[in-house]
């Protein structure tokens, strides 16, 4: 009889374990699950990699007086970064959400000591659609993500303090990334993520001295490249 107590205790201590695991599970899904807006604040790195087909007339040297190429310049800011984004939950654990962002750029520079060669990328703005997977574990959403990136973006260069090339364009690329985020009340979560934005490479052919035109028959011209990663800390206002 005494066993059978025990038994009828034990089942009782699991059933109520069960309903309020369940219970934590639906709590967790009920606030993951729609609507949410948001912001970040990031350090950002941002690389361009400046290519020209006639290396002898771009390069830089190091202390050897070795050239360096293709020439790639660096810059890290803190940015800026507001989103907003629709989540689904799946089985109760597996998060699919949609998530639209937009980060603030950066404007950088290189130039050579003795030859007056002047490269720039100034990213204006940077856009991403982001396709996010994760699976939610107590409080935690754990969670990767990527899609498509726009961003407007300037490239300057100037050889010798002539021959100005300049393009003035929308880029498209791709983001991926990983984060975790952590409910911390009824309606807010903090998040640290990390993100990297490709961009697609563009060129220009090399101009006449006014700038239009091709120098080259074939109408070759230097090409530009950006990458962005950034380490992220913001937080999202659940509906």
């Known amino acids: 009889m005494k066993n059978i107590r025990i038994i009828i205790f034990l089942i009782f201590l699991v059933l109520v374990a069960s309903k309020t695991h369940a219970q934590n599970i639906n709590s967790v899904r009920s606030f993951f699950e729609g609507p949410y807006i948001g912001g970040a604040i990031g350090y950002t790195k941002f690389q361009t990699t400046f290519k020209d087909p006639k290396d002898d007339d771009w390069y830089a ?39 639209t962002e937009f980060s603030s750029g950066n404007d950088q520079q290189w130039e050579t000591k003795n030859q007056n060669n002047k490269i720039k990328s100034d990213t204006k703005f940077v856009t991403n659609l982001r396709l996010k997977f994760g699976i939610i574990q107590n409080n935690n959403l754990y969670y990767a993500s990527a899609g498509p990136t726009m961003a407007d973006i300037k490239y300057d260069a100037l050889w010798s303090n002539e021959y100005p090339i300049n393009i003035n364009k929308t880029l498209y690329g ?66």
């Not at 507001?82 to 109760?92: F, L, M, S």
């Not at 990334?177 to 998040?191: L, N, P, Y």
């Not at 090399?206 to 035109?213: K, Q």
């Open 174 to 239: 791709i983001n991926y990334g990983a984060g975790v985020e952590r409910q911390v009340d009824s309606k807010g979560s903090i998040k640290f993520e990390y993100i990297i934005t490709d961009l697609n490479s563009t060129s220009k052919p090399y101009p006449e001295y006014t700038g239009d035109g091709c120098w080259y028959g074939s109408c070759i011209g230097p090409s530009w490249k950006t990458k962005i990663s950034s380490i992220r800390l913001g937080y999202n206002y659940h509906f």
């Open 61 to 99: 040297t190091d202390e050897q007086g070795r050239r360096i190429y293709p020439l790639r310049f660096e810059d890290s800011k803190i940015t800026g970064t507001v989103n907003a984004g629709y989540n689904w939950i799946v089985d109760n654990i597996y998060l699919l959400g949609l998530e």
